[in-house]
Nanobody, 125 residues
Framework: VQLQASGGGLVQPGGSLKLSCTVS????????IGWFRQAPGKAREGVSC???????????FYADSVRGRFTVSRDNAKNTVYLQMNSLKPEDTAVYYC????????????????WGQGTLVTVSS
């Protein structure tokens, strides 16, 4: 199983970006996809998570710092999960990673089994 994160770039404060996480290989329908980020000198933090494909309710989770600005979604036909980021702030600057797993607590990055390589998001004027 491989995860490929893409869509990062440079954007001005208040702008938007849409990240993609494409999954290749066979991934259990019980796996959810989480988004994490790590800014220079800071710990990795959970940004968002979308529940397992097998979940009929499409449960989503968000960090307080991004709730209302970021939206996570998935396209099962394309094996891709998206993170739409709006109203971006300089403090959103970080390398963003996607990960697959069956976390007991979605923010616990150690509960994820597969990781993408990360994509850099820079919010600056």
């Amino acid at each position: 199983v491989q995860l490929q994160a893409s869509g990062g770039g440079l954007v001005q404060p208040g702008g938007s970006l849409k990240l993609s996480c494409t999954v290749s290989g066979t991934l259990s329908n019980y796996y959810g996809i989480g988004w994490f980020r790590q800014a220079p000198g800071k710990a990795r933090e959970g940004v968002s998570c979308i529940g397992a494909v097998s979940s009929s309710d499409g449960t989503t989770f968000y960090a307080d710092s991004v709730r209302g600005r970021f939206t996570v979604s998935r396209d099962n036909a394309k094996n891709t999960v998206y993170l739409q980021m709006n109203s971006l702030k300089p403090e959103d600057t970080a390398v963003y990673y996607c990960a697959a797993g069956q976390p007991r607590i979605w923010t616990h990055f150690s509960d994820y089994d597969y990781w993408g390589q990360g994509t850099l998001v820079t919010v600056s004027s």
